[in-house]
């Protein structure tokens, strides 16, 4: 066999841990391959998460409001129909044009893309079997793992992607259904839910816990947030589990009981959504062979720097600890090329936004009321509604609020909340805040232009030192 070619830094994984890792090492001039088995890069984010969910939920939220919300707005509008293929096509439009963006930017910085599935042979060398048949291999002096992470699958019901689906088939079914059941009130239990619910299906969503939105979500918030939602036409199923599906018949039967006990009841469905969060993925990588460890929740061990305890080999994005967000991903690719090239590298997990992406937006950043009481820090709270922002009210979109957890007695901002419009967009401004160590009085002190959304930020603020204006 011909020897493996030697690299600096072989990435195995094309994801957005994988891809942006490949460029900052081409930029920093390292000679670098990266390896993925999609067969199109950008991994679970652009080709089924991040990107295609955007689509179809900016897409959806426009129909809706255009079916539901036009006639107080002063436009008539004649006959409105949904044309789902038309919509599945700007989404896959927007998911190609990605893709082939970051193909782009590997030619522009010198990044090899080699398409198949990496495996270790040894400690420094990576055999691909290629996605066009046949095999090769290739040597790293350094070696980043990137595989992401799957849908954590529901004991006893088989994923079949039509009816029973996970995010990757609700992203792409062929026809609404008329009842969906999603199991797991998280992000894509919501963001999936209100897909199919504004497209006109019955969506009821179970969730174990008391509370809609996944770990992290402030109480306050998830209870308004469920509100809304529920104003919207989708009904909730909290404190209760599923204790089996039964798949046999058209529809999709599931036995479900109040989560401490109780009578079980069916709830069936024509499509059944599995969302109760995701797990790292690094089958077939035989990341054993070469003796590295997996915690009780698979995810592979790393120290601060990233590296495995094979010191040139490093890990970062859903395959292992932290937060399983693009964002995260990202900032830990430019900081461990970093380590690589300059022996030092940064990423602030304690200023790491979340954004839901239903209507209204979700989005916070630094610790919720539930952490700050769990962890004995005193704080103080001041919150503003966006039902008394000009701007919300004037785009009769004026649910939600904006909240903000400071330090009682120095008044640094802890964590913001937002359940309102744009608020992905305005979580920007409180990260900012955050990472820089700002007071509430260092925002309700800065200029924010008028008429906008971003005025019930500053206002919140105030509310926290001292007094809004308008509420
Ligand atoms: P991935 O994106 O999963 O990439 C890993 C890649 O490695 C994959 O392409 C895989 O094919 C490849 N691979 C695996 N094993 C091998 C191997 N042995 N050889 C070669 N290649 C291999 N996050 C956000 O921040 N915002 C959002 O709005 C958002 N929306 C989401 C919506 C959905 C429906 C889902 C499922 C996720 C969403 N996420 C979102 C999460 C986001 O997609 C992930 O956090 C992100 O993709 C993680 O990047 P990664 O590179 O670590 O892993
Ligand atoms: P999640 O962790 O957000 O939510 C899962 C929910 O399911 C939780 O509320 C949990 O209590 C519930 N649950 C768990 N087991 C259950 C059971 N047996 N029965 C009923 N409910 C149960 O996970 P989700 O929504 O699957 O998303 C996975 C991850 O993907 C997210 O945590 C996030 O990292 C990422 N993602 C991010 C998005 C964004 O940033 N906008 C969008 C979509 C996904």
């Known amino acids: 066999a011909t020897p493996a070619e030697e690299k600096d830094l072989v990435i195995i994984g094309g994801g957005v841990a994988g891809y942006v890792a490949a460029i900052k090492a081409g930029q920093e001039g390292?000679?670098?391959?990266?390896?993925?088995?999609?067969?199109?890069?950008?991994?679970?984010?652009?080709?089924?998460?991040?990107i295609p969910s955007k689509s179809l939920l900016n897409n959806s939220h426009l129909y809706h409001t255009i079916l539901h919300d036009s006639k107080s707005r002063g436009i008539d509008v004649g006959d409105v129909k949904l044309n789902l293929a038309g919509m599945m096509k700007a989404k896959e439009t927007s998911v190609s044009g990605l893709t082939k963006g970051i193909e782009f930017l590997f030619k522009k910085n010198n990044v090899e893309y080699i398409k198949g599935t990496g495996a270790f042979a040894d400690e420094h060398t990576v055999a691909v079997n290629l996605v066009d048949g046949g095999e090769t291999s290739v040597r790293g002096k350094n070696i980043i793992i990137a595989t992401g992470s799957e849908a954590t699958p529901f004991p006893g019901l088989t994923i079949d992607e039509k009816k029973v689906v996970t995010s990757t088939g609700a992203i792409a079914l062929t026809e609404v259904p008329k009842k969906m059941v999603v199991i797991g009130g998280g992000i894509i239990g919501l963001e999936m839910g209100s897909v199919w619910s504004r497209l006109g299906a019955e969506v009821t969503v179970v969730e174990f816990?008391?509370?809609?939105?996944?770990?992290?979500?402030?109480?306050?918030?998830?209870?308004?947030?469920?509100?809304?939602?529920?104003?919207?036409?989708?009904?909730?199923?909290?404190?209760?589990?599923?204790?089996?599906?039964?798949?046999?018949?058209s529809e999709v039967a599931l036995q479900v009981e109040a989560a401490?006990?109780?009578?079980?009841?069916?709830?069936?469905?024509?499509?059944?959504?599995?969302?109760?969060?995701?797990?790292?993925?690094?089958?077939?990588?035989g990341f054993e062979n070469i003796g590295l460890e997996v915690d009780n929740r698979g995810r592979l061990v790393i120290d601060q720097e990233y590296r495995t305890k094979i010191p040139h080999i490093r890990v970062i994005g859903d395959c292992t600890f932290g937060p399983m967000l693009a964002h995260k991903a990202e900032e830990e690719a430019v900081a461990v090329i970093e380590y690589i090239t300059k022996s030092h590298g940064h990423v602030n997990y304690n200023a790491i936004p979340s954004v839901m992406y239903t209507h209204p937006e979700v989005a916070w950043v630094g610790q919720n009321e539930a952490e700050l009481k769990a962890a004995g820090v005193k704080y103080k709270s001041g919150s503003f509604p966006f039902s008394a922002n000009s701007r919300a009210k004037t785009n009769q979109d004026s649910d939600g609020l904006v909240k903000f957890l400071a330090d009682a007695e120095t008044d640094r901002i802890l964590g913001v909340h937002i359940v309102g419009p744009n608020a992905g967009e305005m979580i920007a401004e409180g990260t900012l805040a955050l990472e820089y160590g700002a007071s509430t009085e260092d925002v309700g002190r800065t200029s924010h232009a008028h008429p906008t959304l971003a005025e019930a930020f500053k206002e919140a603020a105030m509310a926290t030192y001292g007094k809004a204006i308008h509420y």
Do not use: H, W
């Open 30 to 50: 390292l000679k670098v391959a990266c390896i993925e088995k999609r067969g199109s890069l950008g991994g679970t984010c652009l080709n089924v998460g991040c």
């Open 209 to 249: 816990l008391g509370q809609i939105g996944g770990p992290g979500m402030d109480a306050e918030i998830s209870k308004a947030t469920q509100k809304i939602l529920t104003k919207q036409g989708m009904k909730f199923k909290l404190n209760t589990k599923v204790l089996s599906g039964d798949t046999s018949s």
């Open 260 to 285: 401490k006990g109780g009578k079980a009841e069916t709830l069936n469905a024509d499509v059944v959504l599995v969302a109760i969060g995701r797990r790292p993925y690094t089958a077939g990588l």
